[in-house]
Each structure stands twice: as C-alpha cells, then as structure tokens.
C-alpha cells in the first residue's frame, strides 16, 4: 500500500493513517466513534450542539493544524438545524438510527478503501481506476462504490478532512462546516432544504446501502496535434467542418434530469466542480448536487477544470424530489431512483459538467470567447470511442469507422470498429494512469471487455448553460452546444429551455437549419458573422432575428 501513487496523491487529503501498508484511524477516534455508534443513550449525543461536540472531539483527536479551524459559526448551524429546524419526531429518529450507524461507517472506511485499492488494479483490465488526485490536464478515471462514497460523504459531514492543502492545488471545498454556518449566519429556506436533501441521503443508505458504483472522469482535449488523437481544436477546425448538423428537440418545459432517452445530461458548472453546493449555492449544479448527493465525492479529487477539460460521472443515485429553483427549492420528499445499472453496476445516469465563461459582457461575441465556449463544450460532448477522425477531422486520418487499438505489445493498430458497435460511453475510454496525455489514447483489444451498450446511441440534455447568473446569451449558448454535438457525432440534443422567451423560436430556427441541409462549418461561421456584428454594434439584433428575420415579421416595431 505504500508504494501506491495513487494512495500517496490522497493521503495529504484524508484524515487517516497509513503504517505497513494498513489504512487506520488514530485509536482515540476509534474509541469515540465506538461510542457514537451505541446511540444516545450510551453516548448521550441527542442534539445538534452535543453532536457538534462530538465532531469537535474527532477532530481534536486527529490533530488537526489550525489552519483546519472550522468556519466560525459552523456550530451555531448544526445546533440550529437538529434542534429547531426538523421536528421533535425526526431528531429523536436521526440521532438514535442515523447517528449511529454513520459512525460505524466511518469506523469502516479503512478497510472500504484498502478493498478499493486492492481491486482498483484488476477492475478494467489494467486500466487505473483507484481513487487518486486527478490533476489538471490528467485524463483519467476514477471507479468508487457507492458505500464508500457514503463513508467519504459522511466524513465530509464530520468535517474531517484536513483542508490545508487543498486550495494549493485548486481543490474545492469539500467539508459541510459552511454549508450548516450559512443557514445561521444568513438563514434561508433553501439552504436549509438543501440540508434536508442530504440528510434524507443519509437517512436512505442507513436503511439500506446502495451496492453499485460511480465513475468520475477528467476529460482532456490535448492543446497540441497528435497522430490519430483528437486535439483542441482551433478556429479553422470548426469553418471547415462538413459534418452534418445533429437533430435538436426543444423542450419548453420539464427538467434534464427526468428525460428518460439515457443522453448525457450537462451540469451547468463552476469551474470547480459542485459550485456552491456547500455554500450557498442553489441553481442548476448546486440543486444537482443535492439530489444526487454522490456527485459531491468528486469535489474531493477533482481540481478545477481548465479550458480544455470537462468531467463526466456516470452512476450517481438520486434520491430526492425538489421544486422550485434558487430561494424556492425546496425538499419535497424521497425519489426511488428506477435507472437500471450497467455491466460495471453504474447507474445509467451519466452527467457531464463543463463550465462557462462567467459575465463575459461584450466580450462573449469575440472570437476567441466564441472558440473558448464551442471547445469547452465539444471537449464535454465527444466520446473519444467513436473515433471517427475522418468525420471529426476533414483533412483525412483514419478512414471510415476505424479506430486505434492495442495490440499484445502495446503496439498502436488500426483495426476495423463499425460506429454502431462503439462504446457509448466516454469513461469506457480512460488513458493508462502512467501515460501522458500527449500521447495516443489506447482501447482494449478485446471488444465487450470495457464496451457498456455498444450499439447505443447517446444524445446530450442540456438547457440554458452558461445563461442567467452567468450572463451567457442564451440563442448563442444553445448554437454553441448544438454545434459542439454535432461535430461530436452525438445523434441528438435535447434542449430544455425552462420557458425562456428569448429561446421560443429555437424549434422552428433548427428546423430550417435542417431543412436547407447546413453542416457545422456553416453554421459556426453564420454565428462567427453575427458575433462579430455584435461585437463591433453593427447590429443589435438576437441571433435569430440575424439570421432569420422571417420569423419575428409579425413582431412589428
């Protein structure tokens, strides 16, 4: 265990040991989590201030430097929430059944993670999955089982993990300290329906604990050309594509994560990933984050993504409904998630997070912002599987549906792949943890053997990204995706518009695009000719009222 780099990228980041080769904690901590395990009556912790007490004393015991102080009312927000925010009824229950068993689950995270590291090697034939630090520009995929990720979350709960190292290298927050001190010291219904969504996750895997797993992917377009790889791609790229435009479904109402046609459903992210889901957070990421409380594993190892970088998980569980959005959410109860799972026990749920320009002004109609946003979201979209080059790359490569593959020697083929049978999912493709990310990205040579749904055929579900608190215009945001779609060989969009006005001509806008048969290059340089015009107060105008005037004729001024 203590030759494991990956192990070694982690442990400045966990609040356990490591000696000959076993994970442990201090034996101060055992003891008192041995004691919060046997319920209120023996450990006396009934309330939220006594619990606070009891986290404090964990921490104590482990040592942790100064700079670990949690937030300053951090304690006020946990007294505040078990015993004044919840009823009599749902204290009594959380403190003498949730408790108890969270504590027995910090009392097994050594051993959930000496398991993980001991199957991480053999999991995808080779393939590093182990739990690691997945650095800026470090493609690679991270597998974790569900009941480990609740051991980590309710660490997280705890405010456990030493949290000095973590802003040098541009990790997010991941303790819950601020998220119970921003419902005292700035309360709000929201933040604290926010709390509800995941102490109902807690209350859901002590009556019974999900067996699956989830991935987490960092995903990297290389800023330089490479033989047979897909690069990040420069202006010239996207004017000269012939590829055909993807078919978009415009949805007025309902929300990505009910659609049902298993596409990729986009995270309108932070560029550190979960945003301020453990602050005061509470639109589209953040409210994802609640719901699906796994997906705040990742903001233990996933640096903030550059340019070129989105992040993919696949398998995070809901479990609760909500309504509103922003100072109306609100938890409305518990969600049975019925998804089915895959070969690798993920759920089919698969969600990308790419983040957007935040407040760009005029600036978003420039060119190398306009370049910047196309690139983010293609990086997000493409499925490196279906290496396609000749359709992605018109100036030749491979031909028809090839793909690389490697051979016994870890010699790079060409072997014959057809596109329906390719692996539909992107972290089906990771790169060898010991490989650089300029070099050649290498499949396995046996088809099936990391291959989930090959003749499936993903969309994308996204909406308004970048919009709204962001400042994005929202016609640009919506041609930017599709064209990042399109160019990814994705066969459709699914686009919700949550009843945007500005949005309401996109359907018939995509059907006359389509009609007259447009390619992507057509389209990005239509939207380049607007921007600019944009750019430089040449026109005022939407961009489809540019581009289509016919449509707002009946508008008369």
């Not at 456990?160 to 997010?172: E, G, I, Q, W, Y």
């Not at 320009?357 to 493409?382: D, H, I, P, S, V």
């Not at 596109?419 to 990205?441: H, K, R, Y």
């Amino acid at each position: 265990m203590e030759n494991r780099e990956d192990l070694k990228s982690m442990l400045p980041f966990l609040p356990l040991l490591l000696r000959s080769s076993n994970l442990f904690w201090p034996s101060q901590v055992v003891e008192l989590l041995k004691t919060l395990s046997k319920g209120p009556f023996y450990s006396k912790v009934d309330t939220g201030e006594l619990l606070f007490n009891a986290i404090s004393n964990i921490r104590d015991s482990l040592a942790l430097p100064s700079l670990h102080r949690l937030s300053p009312f951090a304690h006020e927000g946990y007294a505040l929430f078990f015993d004044e925010l919840i009823s009599r009824e749902e204290a009594a229950k959380w403190f003498a059944d949730v408790v108890p068993t969270l504590a027995k689950l910090l009392l097994r995270l050594p051993s959930l993670l000496e398991s993980h590291y001991q199957n991480a090697d053999n999991l995808r034939n080779g393939v590093k999955t182990g739990f690691r630090l997945l650095g800026p520009q470090e493609a690679g995929v991270v597998f974790l089982g569900q009941e480990l990720i609740g051991s980590l979350l309710v660490c997280a709960f705890f405010c456990l993990f030493p949290v000095s190292d973590r802003d040098d290298k541009r990790l997010p927050t991941i303790n819950f300290d601020h998220l119970f001190e921003d419902i005292y010291s700035s309360y709000s219904e929201k933040q604290e329906n926010k709390i509800k969504c995941i102490i109902h996750y807690f209350e859901r895997i002590c009556l019974s604990m999900p067996e699956g797993s989830v991935s987490f992917e960092r995903k990297v377009l290389p800023l330089e050309q490479l033989p047979l790889c897909v690069f990040y791609p420069k202006a010239d790229f996207w004017i000269k594509s012939v590829v055909s435009l993807c078919t978009l479904e415009v949805h007025s109402s309902g929300f990505i994560e009910d659609q049902s046609s298993g596409a990729l459903e986009v995270d309108f992210s932070n560029k550190y990933l979960g945003g301020g889901a453990l602050h005061r957070g509470c639109v589209q990421e953040e409210i994802r984050f609640m719901i699906n409380p796994e997906l705040i594993a990742g903001m233990l190892f996933l640096p903030c993504m550059e340019d070129n970088e989105a992040i993919e998980i696949v398998g995070a569980e809901r479990f609760s409904n909500y309504t509103g959005y922003a100072s109306s959410f609100r938890f409305s109860g518990d969600h049975v998630d019925e998804r089915d799972v895959d070969s690798f026990r993920r759920r089919r749920t698969r969600i990308v997070a790419i983040d957007a320009l935040c407040n760009a002004g005029m600036e978003q109609y420039k060119l190398e912002y306009l370049l910047r946003e196309t690139n983010k979201a293609f990086c997000g979209f493409l499925d490196q599987s279906k290496c396609d080059h000749k359709r992605l790359f018109q100036d030749g490569g491979l031909k028809g549906s090839q793909c690389i593959q490697a051979g016994k020697d870890d010699d790079v083929m060409v072997k014959e792949f057809p596109m329906d049978e390719a692996p539909s999912t992107s972290v089906e493709i990771a790169l060898n943890g010991e490989e650089s990310v300029n070099q050649v990205i290498r499949y396995s040579d046996k088809k099936g053997s990391w291959c989930e749904d090959p003749e499936a055929k993903i969309g994308i579900a996204t909406g308004n990204w970048g919009c709204g608190a962001f400042g994005g215009d929202p016609e640009l945001k919506s041609i930017i995706q599709w064209l990042a779609a399109s160019q990814a060989l994705r066969p459709s969009v699914l686009y919700y518009t949550f009843g945007l006005k500005s949005l309401q001509n996109l359907n018939q806008l995509s059907r006359w695009i389509l009609l007259h048969g447009w390619t992507v290059g057509d389209l990005w340089y239509m939207l380049v000719e607007y921007s600019s015009q944009r750019f430089n107060k040449e026109t005022n105008l939407g961009f489809f009222a540019w581009l289509l005037p016919s449509l707002y004729a009946h508008e008369a001024p």
